[in-house]
C-alpha cells in the first residue's frame, strides 16, 4: 500500500492517440459489470483489473476514459489506483515475479531472501524495477496464502511452490525470455 | 469432549477434499451433487428463514475468519426485511501470513461454499452475494468462477429462485476481485472495496448489519464459517455440538466443531488439517504433521496468523480453541493456521518480518498505525542488525503497547495485530532480543567542584 503525493492539476497527463479503453472494453463492461453493482463507482474494481491486465498499468489517460465512461470523477478513480498494488501507473515487465517474502516463505527452504538475491545476481534488479527491456519486473508480496508449500512465487499469473534455487533459475530464465500475452 | 483421542473427527468439511495433496482435484457440480451436494439446500427452502439464523445460532458457530464472533448472533443483528437490497459479503480475502485454509475449500469444493452462501442468503434474506477474493488467488479465482457458472447453469442461482425456483426467493453471486491489500479482509474495508473506493475502515457504528454496503443491510461472513453451515444443517446442531470442545472459563462460550487448521514453518508435513477446535499445538504437530523438521525441538508458534501473538516454547501443548487468548497470552486463536518455528529459529527476524507485514499493509487512515508500525521497523531492524540499544527494547514495548484497539487508538484492529505480535515475541523471548542490543550507558554529569 502507499500514499503517493497526488500529482497536481496542472500537471500534463501524457496522451497517446489511440484510447486505451475501447468500444470492445465498454460493451463487455457494460453487459457483464455495470448491472452487478448498485453504484457507478462500485464498477471500478473490475474495470481496472481488465485495464491492469490489458496493458500491464493503468495510466493517467486510461484512469482519464475510465472515469468518462463511469461518470465519476477522475480523482476518484486515482484515489483507487493509488491505494491498490495490483493496479500501477508504471508499466510492468511482461513477466512479473512476485516472490512471496512473509513469514513462512523466508524461514522455510531456500527461504526468500535467497530467491531475491538470485533475480538480482541474473537480472540485476531490485525488488520494484523492471529489466530496460520492460521483460521482468521483480517485486516482492506479502503472504500469498500457500504457506505449507513454502518459499513460493508468483509468474504472473502462476504460482509456483517449494522452489529450490535451482527451479527458480530456470523460471527466471524462462521469464527473461517469455513473450507477452503468452501466460507463463 | 472430541470424538477421538487425536481429535481427527469423520471429515465434516473436507469429505471430498483427500488429505493427500497429490489426489486433490476440483469438486465439479455433477460430482458435488453425486455425494449428496444442494441436498442441505433443499432441506433449507423447506424451513422459515428465521429458523434456520436459529438452529446456526445454537450451534454456536462462531466465526473462522479470526475473531470467533458468532456467526447466527451476528444474522440475528439484521433489521426486518424492508424490500430494499441487503446483501451477504463473503470474506476470502485471505491475507495473513500464515493463513491458507480458504483457498483449500475454493480450490477443491467450492460448492460446498456456495451452497452455504445459499443457505445464509434465504436465511437472512439477502439477494446479492458478493464473493470476495484477494487479488492474488489468480487460479482460485477462475476455479471459483466457473463453479458460479455451473450453479447458474443448473438453477442453484439466478431470476428463477433459488435450486431452480423450489424458493421464490432470488439470489445472486458476484465474484468480486480484490486488488493487492490485506486490510480489506477487515469487515468494513472490504465493504469500501468493493464499492470500488480504497481499502479504508469505516468507524463502526453503525455496524454493517445496519448500514454495510451501498448504505444497505450486510451481512460479512469467511468462507469456512459458510461452509460450515451446510454440515450443522445436514446433521443437526447436535452433531456439530459433539465435536470440538467447551470453555473451561464459566459462563464462556464454547468451541464447537471441527476447524480447518493449516501448519506451516518447520514441520514435517506442512498442511491443512480438518481437526476438531481444542486439539494441543503439540498433539496437532507431532501426530498430524509428523513433528519437527529434522528432528529439531520446537521453539514457537504463531498462533494462527501473525496478528495472534506468538506461542513460547513452554506453551506447546496449548489447545487450539477460542480460549487460547485468555490463558497463553496471545490475542487470540485468530484463524487457527500455526507457523511452527524450530530451536534454531532467530526470533528478532521473525518480529522484524511481521513488522515489515504490517508497516507495508497499515492502510495510514490512523496516525499511531501508520507510523508506530514504521518505528517498530526500524527498531527491530536495528536491533537485528546488531546496533540496537537496551534502550530500543523498551521503546519497542512502549510504541507497540500504543498501538490499537485495546489502548484506543486506531478505527480498525490491525495495528492490535502488529502490537500483539511484537510485544508477545519481545515478552516471550526476552533474553534472546536483550544478548543482541548493547546496553546504553546514560551520561551523568557530576560537577567539577565534587570531583576535585
Redo the contacts between chains.
Sequence with gaps: ?A?PTKPSATMQVPRRAEPYVTDAMKAAWTKDVLP????K??????I??DVQHAYRHVPYQAQLEIAQFLGIAPS?VL??V??????TVEQRGVVTI?VC????C???GCGSTKLIERVREKLGLLPGETTDDGQVTLIT??????????PVA?FN???HENLTPEAFDRLVEQAAHAKAGGHH | MPTSPDFKPTPVLTKRIPEDRSKRSTVSYDQYVATGGYKTLEKAIGMQPAEIVELVKGAVLRGRGGAGFPAGLKWSFLPPADGG?RYLCINCD???????KD?LLVDFDPHLVLEGIAIAAYACQMQTAYFFI??????QAKVFKKAIEEAYANGVFGKQGLLRGASKFAV?V?L????????CGEETALLE???????WPRVKPPFPAVKG??G?PTIINNVETLAAVVPILESGVDAWKKLGVESTFPGAMPSYGTKLM?????VNR???YELELGIPLRTLVEKHCGGMRNGKKFKAA?AGG?SMGILGTDQYDAPMDFDIGRKFDVLGLGTA?P?V?DED?DMV??AR??S??FK?????QCTPCREGSGWLLKLLTRIERGDGTTQDLDMLLEVAGSMGLTPGTTICGLADGNNWAVRTIVNKFRPEFERRVKPRFVPVYVSAAAGR
Design positions: 500500500m500514499w452487478k453493482y448498485a453504484t463507482l462500485g464498477c471500478l474494481m473490475p481496472l483489473h476518484d484515489d483507487t493509488s491505494f491498490y498494488d495490483e493496479f512476485g517474502h512473509s513469514i513462512a523466508e524461514q522455510c508480496m506479502d503472504c500469498l496464502g500457500s504457506c505449507d508449500t513454502a508468483l499469473e502462476t504460482l | 437490497p485471505e491475507a495473513e501470513p500464515g493463513t491458507f483457498r484477494r487479488g492474488e488467488y489468480h487460479h445472486d458476484v468480486h476481485r480484490s486488488a493487492g491489500a490485506y486490510i472495496a468493493v464499492e470500488g473506493k480504497r481499502g454496503l451501498f444497505r493449516g501448519v506451516s514453518g518447520h506442512p498442511n491443512v504463531i501473525v493456521c507457523t518455528f529459529t527476524a521473525v518480518n511481521i515489515r507485514f507495508a499493509e497499515s492502510c495510514g
